[in-house]
């Protein structure tokens, strides 16, 4: 089982910024897709982006121009920078992955076998 384990999130006012960080100890991201999702309370989880293993990228639409993924020198981990924050991105943000070497294009629309705990993101004045 790969682990994942999420690291930045915290209390922003709106319009500010956090990065979001993703880390698998020990393993090397390059032949996973890698996904952010996201819940809000008394929502469903939600994909908010992902990453290919080209680097090709996906976003869902409440976050287009304000979101970016990427992934790190270090081949073990992955980001989302989240730009203009709003209130109705408050919500745990999960890290996923999927084992996919050969496909160039993430999805947002399949399940991930992978999952991190979540880190809390509350966008709040």
């Known amino acids: 089982q790969l682990q994942l384990v999420e690291s930045g999130g915290g209390l922003v006012q709106p319009g500010g910024s956090l990065r979001l960080s993703c880390t698998a100890p020990?393993?090397?991201?390059?032949?996973?897709?890698i996904g952010w999702f996201h819940q809000a309370p008394g929502k469903e989880r939600e994909g908010v982006s992902c990453?290919?293993?080209?680097?090709?990228?996906n976003y869902g639409e409440s976050v287009k121009g304000r979101f970016t993924i990427s992934r790190g020198s270090a081949r073990n981990t992955a980001y989302l920078q989240m730009n203009s924050l709003k209130p109705e991105d408050t919500a745990i943000y999960y890290c996923?992955?999927?084992?996919?070497?050969?496909?160039?294009?993430?999805?947002?629309?399949?399940?991930?076998?992978?999952w991190g705990q979540g880190t809390q993101v509350t966008v709040s004045s």
């Open positions: 990453i290919s293993t080209t680097r090709s990228t």
């Open positions: 996923v992955a999927n084992w996919n070497p050969r496909s160039p294009i993430c999805s947002l629309k399949v399940n991930y076998t992978h």
């Open positions: 020990g393993v090397t991201l390059d032949f996973y897709h």
